[in-house]
């Protein structure tokens, strides 16, 4: 028998037997079934204007189409229409389990407990039926535990965000505030070269929130806000959101720059607002990046709306806490030196980014080419070349290379390619770092140094990989 069936008959167990035990809620059903059935609060089309609440209504229909919605499974009748406890009403598309026991005792016999743990109302049921009971060795919580909070679904992020923010502020809050669920986060602690002071404080806040009960059993509740320093990309807005996928969790960005004298009425309500919503989605991480804007703000004759936002978000950030709301916070900055006294000690633990250190440039070209083919790759002689880059840079210099390569119509890469692209990338450096009014410099002049193919910076014996742009 095939996986497709196994899946849809999982689907139309599940929903049946949701439908009938209204001690199950949302949690129960694990996302990929929530999603399907999952409506968010529209009128209700009674004509009272009344409107139906956000969520998941009873009966759940099993249809062909949201059974292959929910599985994947691209013709889900098919897939189970052999088996004799199904069927289908032609009309309306409804499939539906006719002999609901045969069904249970199909699905035990295929079934294992890690599969089971998936699904928090299957877990419940069968192991409280008295017949399959004993078969497995899970309990509804474990599975409760395992499944992903609704909280953390797009479909609910959405409901949330429509919910606090009306349509005429819409604008400016998507500019200000970026909610992610963790499934759309696509950086993972694998693709990460961390150093083992980065590692450790990782590991410590993970525990942290691990035994975040017992951390408010005893009164310890200054933790749970970090501040990421370091040079632009070192990894701090990376790292924070691999942490959220890692730990499944909600990732709530603040664009603090986008907080412009241009919205100013508005903006401390909303700073208020992005604070509400991030406990409404707890637990999750409220990340914000560019921290420094607060100090410059602070600092300077800015206008006395722009004060008064940033002064609730100041305000907001002491009344957020890790162990009473469920909310990791973190902060990013490029210019740690700017922050004062004030907005230094809000955070608990700083985490540094420096740039990476030879060791770590070859394993980040690691994670970058893994699934690339180099011929001849050195790693560690890039390394050796590539001082001052930072893992942003290291990727642009991939970039580079297979860019270049696919010029020639070649996909596979030599360790010729990465080495051209190094130096390509410090000629765009050069060029970044001039001051373009300053006077005589070379590079300014067709023909000097950037230029022209006879340049020193080309004179490394393989000025052919110019000759096609000239
Ligand atoms: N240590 C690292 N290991 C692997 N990849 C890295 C590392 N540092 C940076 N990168 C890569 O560089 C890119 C940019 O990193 P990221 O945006 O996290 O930097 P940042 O520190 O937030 O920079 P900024 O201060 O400009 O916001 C990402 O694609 C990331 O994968
Ligand atoms: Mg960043």
């Given amino acids: 028998m095939s996986d497709a069936a ?65 599985t994947g499974v691209g013709q889900p009748w098919d897939a189970v229409s052999e088996l004799m406890f199904t069927d289908r009403d032609e009309f309306s598309g409804t499939i539906s389990l006719v002999q609901q026991e045969l069904a249970e005792q199909w699905f035990a016999e295929r079934v294992d407990d890690d599969r089971l743990l998936e699904n928090p109302t299957l877990a419940k049921h069968f192991t409280t039926h008295e017949e399959f009971g004993d078969s497995f060795d899970v309990t509804h919580e474990e599975a409760r535990e395992q499944n992903r909070p609704i909280q953390a679904d797009r479909v609910w992020i959405d409901g949330l965000l429509e919910e606090y923010f009306d349509e005429d502020d819409d604008e400016e809050m998507l500019d200000l505030v970026e909610v992610r669920a963790p499934e759309e986060v696509d950086m993972s602690l694998d693709d990460l070269v961390l150093t083992d002071d980065q590692e450790n404080e990782l590991d410590k806040i993970s525990k942290a929130i691990e035994h975040r009960d017992y951390l408010a059993n005893i009164g310890l509740r200054e933790i749970g806000k970090l501040l990421f320093v370091g040079p632009p990309g070192t990894g701090k807005t990376s790292t924070a959101q691999a942490l959220a996928q890692d730990m499944d969790l909600p990732f709530v960005e603040v664009k603090l720059s986008m907080i412009t004298s241009q919205y100013l009425g508005e903006t401390a309500k909303n700073v208020d607002k992005t604070f509400e919503v991030a406990k409404r989605l707890s637990p999750c991480i409220l990340f914000i990046d560019e921290f420094d804007f607060v100090a410059k703000t602070r600092r300077s004759d800015e206008h006395a709306a722009l004060k008064r936002a940033v002064n609730t978000l100041l305000k907001s950030i002491d009344n957020i806490s890790l162990i009473e709301d469920d909310v990791l ?120 140094d950037l230029g022209s193919d006879g340049g020193h910076s080309h004179d490394h014996g393989h000025d052919h990989d110019h000759d096609h742009s000239h």
């Avoid at 209204?22 to 009272?48: A, C």
Wanted: glycine fraction near 8%.
């Fill in 6 to 70: 196994l899946d849809v008959v999982e689907f139309l167990l599940t929903t049946s037997v949701y439908s009938d035990d209204r001690t199950l809620d949302e949690n129960d059903l694990p996302p990929s079934f929530r999603r399907v059935f999952w409506s968010g609060g529209v009128d209700d089309g009674d004509g009272d204007g009344g409107q139906t609440h956000a969520g998941i209504s009873r009966p759940l229909s099993a249809t062909n189409s949201t059974a292959r919605e929910a």
């Fill in 329 to 448: 916070l973190i902060g990013a900055t490029n210019h740690p030196d700017q922050l004062d006294d004030a907005a230094w000690r809000r955070f608990d633990e700083i985490i540094n980014f420096p740039k990476p250190d030879r060791g770590m440039r070859a394993d980040i070209l690691g994670v970058i080419t893994r699934t690339m083919d180099i011929e001849e790759f050195d790693p560690q002689l890039i390394a050796e070349v590539t001082q001052g880059l930072t893992g942003s840079d290291l990727r642009m210099v991939l970039r580079e290379a297979v860019l270049e390569a696919l010029t020639e119509d070649r996909t596979t890469l030599t360790q010729e390619d990465l080495l051209d692209a190094v130096e390509e990338f410090e000629e765009r450096d050069t060029l970044k770092n001039m001051d373009m009014m300053g006077g005589d410099h070379d590079a300014l002049v067709a023909g000097g």
